[in-house]
C-alpha cells in the first residue's frame, strides 16, 4: 500500500519543485487518479509491511497514504475535479483521526519501564472476533527461531513509526513521538565507529550470525543506514521547531 501512495507523493513533490513542465500534471493525473483510488478502497490495512513480512496497521503505511491521499485532493484541484479532492481529504481526515486508536498504546510494562505515557507500535494485527486488545495481539516475527517468531504487538517498536512525523501527520515535538522516539532509541539505537545506526525492530532476525557467518533464515539482525537518515529528518524537525519556538 505504501508503495503505490509513494508514487503520488513523488509527482506531488516534482510539481512543487517545477520539475514538470506546462501538460505533466494534467498528462499524469489518470495515474494519481487511479492510484488513489486504490489506496482508498484497499486501505488503511496493508497486507504487508513496509518490510513486507507482516499484515496490519503499519505508521509507516498509514502515514505514506494519508499524505498520498492529501497529495492527490491537491492535484485533483489542478485538474478541476473539485469534489474528487474533498472526498479524498476527507477520507485523509478519518484515517489521520484513527492513527491513535490504531497504533498508539498506553499503560504497559514498557510505559512503566521507560518512563513514558505511551508509544506507536510497529504494528497492529485488525480487530480480532475474541474480544482481545489488537494491543495484546500476537504479530509474527520472521528470521528467527521458531520458539521466538512471535510478540504482542504492544511489545514491537520501529523506526517506521517517525513517517508520521516525515510525513507531517504529527509535529516532532509531540510528546506521543517523543516518547516513541526514547523507546526507539533505547531498543534499536547501535552506535558504530562511523555513528549511530538502528535496527528495523526490536528482535529482528534479518542479518549475519553473532560470529560473523552469512543470514541462512535466521540470525541477529543488522543496522540499516536508511534508519539512521530517517531518525535525522525527524531530530531535525524538532530542532526547527524548538528554534522557532524561541
Not at 17 to 25: N, P, R, T, W, Y
Not at 36 to 65: C, H, K, M
Not at 127 to 144: A, C, I, L, P
Request: some cysteine; hydrophobic content about 40%.
Amino acid at each position: 500500500m505504501d508503495e503505490t501512495a509513494l508514487p503520488i507523493l513523488l509527482v506531488d513533490f516534482a510539481r512543487r519543485e517545477k520539475a514538470l513542465i506546462e501538460g505533466d500534471v494534467a498528462r499524469i493525473w489518470p495515474m494519481v487518479q487511479k492510484a488513489a483510488g486504490y489506496l482508498i478502497r484497499n486501505g488503511p490495512v496493508s497486507p504487508q509491511d513496509r518490510w513486507e513480512e507482516d499484515p496490519g496497521y503499519s505508521p509507516f503505511t498509514v502515514a505514506a497514504e494519508v499524505a498520498g491521499l492529501l497529495a492527490a485532493a491537491d492535484l485533483a484541484e489542478l485538474n478541476r475535479e473539485g469534489s474528487m479532492a474533498i472526498y479524498l481529504r476527507e477520507i485523509a481526515d478519518v484515517w489521520n483521526d484513527s492513527v491513535e486508536r490504531w497504533m498508539y498504546v498506553s499503560d504497559t510494562d514498557w510505559c512503566r519501564q521507560y518512563e513514558v505515557d505511551g508509544y506507536y507500535v510497529r504494528i497492529t494485527p485488525t480487530d480480532s472476533d475474541d474480544g482481545v486488545s489488537r494491543f495484546q495481539e500476537s504479530v509474527h516475527v520472521k528470521n528467527v527461531r521458531a520458539a521466538e517468531d512471535s510478540r504482542r504487538a504492544s511489545h514491537l517498536v520501529s523506526p517506521d513509526a517517525l513517517a508520521l512525523v516525515r510525513f507531517g501527520l504529527r509535529a516532532a515535538d509531540d510528546p506521543r513521538t517523543r516518547d516513541t522516539a526514547k523507546i526507539i532509541d533505547a531498543l534499536l539505537k547501535v552506535e558504530t565507529p562511523s555513528g549511530p545506526t538502528w535496527h528495523r525492530y526490536n528482535d529482528d532476525g534479518y542479518g549475519e550470525h553473532e560470529d560473523g557467518a552469512p543470514f541462512d533464515g535466521k540470525g541477529i539482525g543488522r543496522g540499516w543506514p536508511l534508519l539512521t537518515g530517517e531518525r535525522a529528518h525527524c531530530r531535525s524537525s524538532c530542532s526547527r521547531r524548538l528554534a522557532l519556538w524561541l
